[in-house]
């Protein structure tokens, strides 16, 4: 069974930085190109970044492309979205989302990130 | 990278069907078919429903449909259920590895 475990969510303040991680299980981790979905609160689902199985190829919305850094260390099935330079519009629940060809086939249950001083 | 447009809700009786439109440009929806939905139940992840336009992965129920038609997609949920009461997104792969979703529309069951 595919399991997506985000964790590192929390309050920061604006301009600070977190660091976000997901431990995946049940699917080839390397195998796979993974991504992050985010959610503000009461609205809608926003594209955030995506690696490739390397981890040598990234992509990033325009929202947050300088700021945030997505990697993966396959030795430990693990993803990772380091944000910097935190904004109150980045307050959201961020997904953790396995992608299979152009979709997001499995999510995690989200970890919430919260900015405000 | 605008976000596709949805109608903010739509609602049916139980056995009814719904269709729910997702409006994007030549540039997303109608350039690719790599549209996909998702259905959002409150407090919980999304799901995906649909993937390439109109197929379903293993374990959804064949109620659900996708269709396309130049810059617009839809989803149409036949026979509605109560538990199909849920929040729906359309997603569309936009190019240069980027994707963009839809407005999302919540869909009441009656």
């Known amino acids: 069974e595919v399991q997506l475990l985000e964790s590192g969510g929390g309050l920061v303040q604006p301009g600070g930085s977190l660091r976000l991680s997901c431990a995946a299980s049940g699917f080839t981790f390397s195998n796979y190109a993974m991504s992050w979905v985010r959610q503000a609160p009461g609205k809608g689902l926003e594209w955030v970044s995506t690696i490739s199985t390397s981890g040598g190829v990234t992509y990033y919305a325009d929202s947050v492309k300088g700021r945030f850094t997505i990697s993966r260390d396959n030795s430990k099935n693990t993803l990772y979205l380091q944000m910097n330079s935190l904004r109150a519009e980045d307050t959201a629940i961020y997904y953790c989302t396995k992608r299979w060809n152009y979709y997001f086939d499995y999510w995690g249950q989200g970890t919430l990130v919260t900015v405000s001083s | 990278q605008s976000a596709l447009t949805q109608p903010p809700s739509a609602s049916g009786s139980p056995g009814q069907s719904v269709t729910i439109s997702c409006t994007g440009t030549?540039?997303?929806?109608?350039?690719?078919?790599?549209v996909s939905w998702y259905q959002q139940h409150p407090g919980k992840a999304p799901k995906l429903m649909i993937y390439e336009v109109s197929k379903r992965p293993s374990g959804v129920p064949d109620r659900f449909s996708g269709s396309k038609s130049g810059n617009t997609a839809s989803l149409t949920v036949s026979g509605l259920q109560a538990e199909d009461e849920a929040d729906y997104y359309c997603s569309s792969y936009a190019g240069s590895n980027t994707y963009v979703f839809g407005t999302g529309t919540k869909v009441t069951v009656l």
């Open positions: 030549s540039s997303d929806v109608g350039g690719y078919n790599y």
